[in-house]
């Protein structure tokens, strides 16, 4: 499955984006959908993961409660909606596909990769 990512941009702290990851190829039904991050001399580290069906959700402790995943099925497309968005959220975001119906947020279980989208929060 290919994925291609988008939404990224400049923002204020305090702001709000919205990300979008669209696939292409095969259906992304039986993956579950990751999105992740690295930001500059850090490693790829886990955003928010959504099972198939979009039942459960998943988040890193730093973000919960203000990004919220999902998807639509139709579209074969998953969004990440950031709020209150704080200048440690700045990073390349990923959005990224892990084959199986078992949720993970382990990013070696991802096996298809967006090519990342810019997100720079200012203070």
């Known amino acids: 499955v290919q994925l291609q990512a988008s939404g990224g941009g400049l923002v204020q702290a305090g702001g709000s984006l919205r990300l979008s990851c669209a696939a292409s190829g095969r259906s992304l039904s039986g993956y579950t959908m990751g999105w992740f991050r690295q930001a500059p001399g850090n490693e790829r580290e886990f955003v928010a993961a959504v099972t198939w069906r979009g039942r459960s959700t998943y988040y890193a402790d730093s973000v919960k409660g203000r990004f919220t995943i999902s998807r639509d099925s139709a579209a074969n497309t998953v969004y990440l909606q950031m709020n209150s968005l704080k200048p440690e959220d700045t990073a390349v975001y990923y959005c990224?596909?892990?084959?199986?119906?078992?949720?993970?947020?382990?990013?070696?279980?991802?096996?298809?990769w967006g090519q990342g989208t810019l997100v720079t929060v200012s203070s």
């Open positions: 990224a596909a892990a084959p199986g119906l078992r949720p993970t947020r382990d990013k070696r279980d991802f096996t298809s």
